[in-house]
């Protein structure tokens, strides 16, 4: 009989590849920004909580509740201006 456990570790690092795979293609100007950024600023950026794989979306505006990022996203900011650099 299998165990549930390795079942679940299985299903469980799919998904998160699928996740990364899928925020990679959405967000391929931020990757981009962040490549470089990694050659300049430790880690890629000034503040370790806004750093998390496989790399943070970089953001371009904000304006009232929203941030808007280098790929044209329009993010709702529950995060009250944390990510605006």
Do not use: I, N
Not at 9 to 17: A, I, L
Not at 25 to 46: N, Y
């Amino acid at each position: 009989m299998p165990d549930c456990r390795e079942a679940y570790k299985e299903r469980r690092d799919q998904f998160h590849r699928q996740l990364m795979d899928e925020y990679t293609q959405r967000f391929p100007a931020s990757r981009a920004f962040h490549e470089r950024a990694v050659t300049r600023l430790v880690d890629g950026g000034s503040h370790a909580l806004r750093m998390f794989p496989p790399f943070p979306y970089w953001v371009d505006k904000a304006e009232g509740a929203y941030v808007y990022d280098l790929d044209g996203h329009v993010l709702l900011d529950f995060w009250q201006g944390h990510f605006a650099r």
